[in-house]
C-alpha cells in the first residue's frame, strides 16, 4: 500500500520510497530530500513538504515540530533562462556586449 | 548590493540523527566512543573517503565526526565535475587515478554514482586563453591524457547548439565526465561504516585539548572523545578548526554559487565550460542542466546565500553561449563554499610541531574529484604505507618555509 501513496508527485517518491531512506538512516530531512528527490521538481518542495515532514514525523518518533522544513531555494518559480538573463545586474565582463541580440 | 537570501550557516535543526545507522549492527544512536585510533572532522567527501580507505586496510577504531548532516557542505554543493584538464603534471596524474577509481566506484563501493564521461569542452574566447590551453595541453599529452585543441567547427561537431560567434578554440578530453555528487558520499559513508568506521552527524566540534603524551580530546556537545590522531577534513572551515591549536592554516572560504533546471531529454554530452567568465554547465543524467558562473571580486565569507546578480550573470552567460537554452527554466539555485589556497593546491600531512594533527583541506572547490585518489593515498600512508610524493610536496610547511615558491601553482581553478 505504502508503494502507491505518492508524497511528492514531481519527482514520484511514494511512502515506500521514504519508509525505505529512514531504514537505510536518512532522517534530517534534507538527507531525505537529497535521498529520495522529494522537493526537487517544478515545485520545490511546495505541495509535499508538509506530507512528507508529517510522515518523516511518524516514521522517526518525534513531534511534527522537531522537523523544520528543508532550505527553501530561489527563485520563487521556475524562471526562464532568457527573462533572468535581461536583468540589468548581471555582472558584465569584458567581452559582454553593451546590448545583447541573444537575450 | 544586491538582496542576499539568507541560508543561514548554523541552522537549529532538531537532533534527529546522531550515529548514522547504515548497516543494521551499527543501530541506535549513542554517546561517542572513549577513544579512536584516528578521529576525521569533517563528513564531506574527503573525510569519508579517508575513513573508507583506512578501515579497508584495517585500521579499526576511526571515528567520523560531522557538524550537520552528510553532504551539508561543499560535497553537496558542487556540480560534479570530474576533469583531468589541469595545468600541472601531479594534479593531472593524481585526477588520471581518481577518474580510473570513478570508474570503478560503483562496483567497488555499490551505489551508482551515475559518473558519465562525456568529455569536457574548454572554451576560448581569445588567442591568449588559446595559448592557455595548448599550454596545459603539451603536459596533459605528456602524461597520456589525450585533449585536444579544436577549431570552432570542431567543438560545434560536439555541441552543435553552440553560437560560436566570438569563440576561437577549444580543448576537448572525452574522458573526463561527470557525477552525482550525493550518492557518491553514501556510498563511502556506507562502505566506511561496513568495515567499523563510526560516524557521528550533528557534531559540532567545540575544543581541542591536546595531550601531554600526544593526540587529543575532541570535546562535542555528544560527548569527549580521545583521539590518537586527528584528520581535519574540514573544508572550508579547517582554518577554525586548526586555530583551536593555534595552527595557522592560511586558506580562505570563498562563495560559489550555482543553480539547476528544469531536467530536459538528454542532449549535451560534455561539460562545457568557458575561460573567460568561468560559465561551466552540464547536463545531468536526471536530465537538468546543472551550472554556475564565476563573478570576480567576491570577498571571503562563510555566508552560502544566493544572490540575485549571479542567476542574472549566469542566464546572461548561457543564454548567449547556447540560445537554445534562453526558454529553459531555473528550478533552484544555492551556494557552497570553496577552501581557497594560495598557491591553488591542496594541504596535506601534519602540521609543523603537531605530529598528530593532519590537514586535508585547501581544494578550491575541486575536492570532490580528487577525493578517490586523496582518499586511496592517506589510507596507504596512515597504514605504513610509503608516503605519495603529494605529502612532501602539499604541506603547510611550504607557506612559512619558502618552499612554495618553487612549486609550480595551480591556476586552472574554474567555475
Not at chain 2, 605519495?388 to 607557506?399: D, N, P, Q, S, V
Request: net charge neutral.
Amino acid at each position: 500500500m505504502a508503494g502507491k501513496i505518492v508524497l511528492c508527485r514531481c519527482e514520484d517518491v511514494t511512502l515506500a520510497d521514504l519508509e525505505h531512506c529512514v531504514s537505510r538512516g536518512y532522517r534530517d530531512i534534507e538527507e531525505v530530500k537529497r535521498y529520495t528527490g522529494f522537493g526537487t521538481g517544478p515545485c520545490q518542495g511546495k505541495e509535499c513538504l508538509a506530507a512528507v515532514a508529517t510522515h518523516l514525523a511518524q516514521l522517526t518518533q518525534q513531534p511534527p515540530s522537531a522537523i523544520p522544513p528543508f532550505t527553501s531555494r530561489p527563485p520563487l518559480a521556475p524562471t526562464p533562462l532568457r527573462l533572468l538573463a535581461r536583468d540589468p545586474g548581471a555582472h558584465r565582463f569584458p567581452d559582454d556586449p553593451e546590448t545583447d541580440r541573444s537575450v | 548590493m544586491q538582496p542576499v537570501f539568507d541560508e543561514e550557516e548554523d541552522s537549529s535543526r532538531a537532533d534527529v540523527s546522531g550515529e548514522i545507522r547504515l548497516p543494521a549492527t551499527l543501530e541506535g544512536a549513542g554517546p561517542l566512543p572513549e577513544r579512536a585510533e584516528i578521529v576525521i572532522v569533517g563528513g564531506g567527501v574527503i573525510g569519508l573517503a579517508i575513513a573508507y580507505n583506512l578501515a579497508r586496510r584495517g585500521l579499526s577504531n576511526v571515528v567520523v565526526i560531522e557538524r550537520g548532516y552528510l553532504a551539508e557542505g561543499a560535497s553537496g554543493r558542487n556540480g560534479g565535475g570530474v576533469r583531468q584538464q589541469w595545468s600541472t603534471e601531479i594534479n593531472i596524474r593524481l585526477m588520471q587515478e581518481s577518474v580510473d577509481l570513478c570508474r570503478r566506484f560503483a562496483v567497488d563501493l555499490g551505489v551508482n554514482v551515475w559518473f558519465r564521461q562525456g568529455g569536457y569542452l574548454f572554451l576560448a574566447r581569445s588567442q591568449r586563453e588559446v595559448a592557455r590551453l595548448e599550454k596545459n595541453i603539451a603536459i596533459q599529452n605528456r602524461c597520456g591524457v589525450a585533449t585536444r585543441m579544436l577549431d570552432p567547427g570542431q567543438a560545434s561537431d560536439i555541441v552543435p547548439e553552440l553560437d560560436l560567434s566570438g569563440i576561437v578554440g577549444a580543448a576537448y578530453n572525452p574522458s573526463d565526465g561527470i557525477l552525482f555528487p550525493w550518492p557518491f558520499l553514501w556510498g563511502y559513508a556506507r562502505q566506511a561504516a561496513a568495515h567499523g568506521v563510526r560516524i557521528f552527524t550533528q557534531t559540532p566540534v567545540g575544543g581541542l585539548e591536546p595531550q601531554k603524551t600526544g593526540g587529543y580530546i575532541v570535546h562535542t556537545p555528544r560527548g569527549a572523545i580521545r583521539a590518537r590522531r586527528l584528520i581535519n577534513a574540514t573544508g572550508a572551515w579547517s582554518p577554525k578548526l586548526a586555530a583551536m591549536i593555534g595552527v595557522d592554516v592560511p586558506t580562505y572560504p570563498i562563495r560559489h554559487e550555482i543553480c539547476s533546471s528544469e531536467p530536459l531529454k538528454p542532449f549535451l554530452r560534455p561539460m562545457v565550460s568557458e575561460l573567460t567568465s568561468g560559465l561551466y554547465c552540464s547536463q545531468s543524467m536526471r536530465g537538468e542542466i546543472v551550472g554556475g558562473v564565476t563573478i570576480p571580486g567576491h570577498e571571503s565569507t562563510y555566508g552560502m546565500g544566493s544572490t540575485m546578480q549571479f542567476l542574472a550573470t549566469y542566464a546572461r552567460r548561457l543564454v548567449r553561449l547556447m540560445p537554445i537554452l534562453g526558454d529553459i527554466k531555473v528550478l533552484r539555485q544555492w551556494a557552497g563554499l570553496y577552501d581557497q589556497s594560495p598557491d591553488g593546491n591542496p594541504i596535506l600531512g601534519p602540521a609543523p610541531g603537531h605530529p598528530d594533527f593532519f590537514l586535508a583541506c585547501g581544494f578550491v572547490g575541486h575536492g570532490f574529484m580528487m577525493a578517490p585518489i586523496l582518499g586511496k593515498l592517506y589510507g596507504e600512508w596512515l597504514t605504513g604505507g610509503a608516503p605519495h610524493e603529494i605529502f612532501g610536496r602539499y604541506t603547510l610547511a611550504r607557506f612559512s618555509d619558502g618552499s612554495a615558491a618553487h612549486h609550480e601553482k595551480e591556476d586552472f581553478n574554474i567555475g
